[in-house]
């Protein structure tokens, strides 16, 4: 009776796990890819890119390759008016068929939806959403010890994992979203300007 339950979870994990290149790539250097076993049934082999822009230069550009649960392959970004991250990834279902790393995205352009962005003292300013950006972003966010509020466009994407403790350790603890231009009302920070020019690296969620 062992040998069998031995054989069959063998068999089990052959068939049901995949095997998939692993890849961090930083901002400044290179990596090897190795192949790792996803630890994980019904996991797939993905690869993400992480791109995150202020005053209109690239500042990170960050990829990474290795196994990742369905929901974590997303398209999105997130848009804060004075930093933008734009998240994109390919995920498959075969044997290290990972092998290449998404191509950086062509520059979006304003879709017509309009929310608040936070310009230091006042969120009142007016941001442009662009691309696939359909939601506004409401998050309070510790900055110094102080908890200031951010508000700007996201994708929907964003919007329904704001409950996955990546994108709230990210963006912060009180993260919300709603639909409809300027559905969020105006309102005074308790801060000065806050550079939001870091990218979103725990929205890397493959592991």
Do not use: W
């Not at 004075?82 to 990834?89: A, C, D, K, L």
């Amino acid at each position: 009776m062992y040998l069998l339950t031995l054989i069959f979870g063998i068999v089990f994990h052959k068939a049901y796990t995949l095997k998939c290149y692993e890849c961090v790539l930083g901002n400044s250097g290179t990596c090897t890819d190795t192949t790792k076993e996803c630890p994980l049934s019904g996991q797939q082999c993905g690869a993400l890119r992480v791109l995150s822009y202020a005053g209109g230069s690239k500042l990170v550009d960050l990829n990474v390759k290795s196994c990742a649960l369905a929901d974590e392959c997303i398209e999105g970004s997130v848009n804060f008016g004075i930093s933008r991250t734009v998240i994109t990834s390919k995920c498959c279902t075969s044997d290290l068929c990972n092998t290449q790393l998404p191509a950086e995205p062509n520059k979006s352009n304003p879709n017509g939806k309009k929310c608040f962005s936070c310009d230091g003292q006042k969120c009142t300013a007016t941001l442009n959403c662009e691309g696939n950006e359909d939601h506004c972003i409401s998050a309070a966010v510790n900055t110094g010890g102080v908890q200031t509020t951010v508000k700007g466009c996201a994708s929907k994407q964003i919007c329904s994992n704001t409950a996955n403790p990546q994108i709230s350790g990210a963006i912060g603890p009180e993260i919300s979203c709603c639909q409809g231009d300027f559905c969020y009302s105006a309102s005074s920070t308790s801060a000065g300007l806050l550079l939001l020019v870091a990218p979103l690296f725990s929205l890397v969620m493959f592991s």
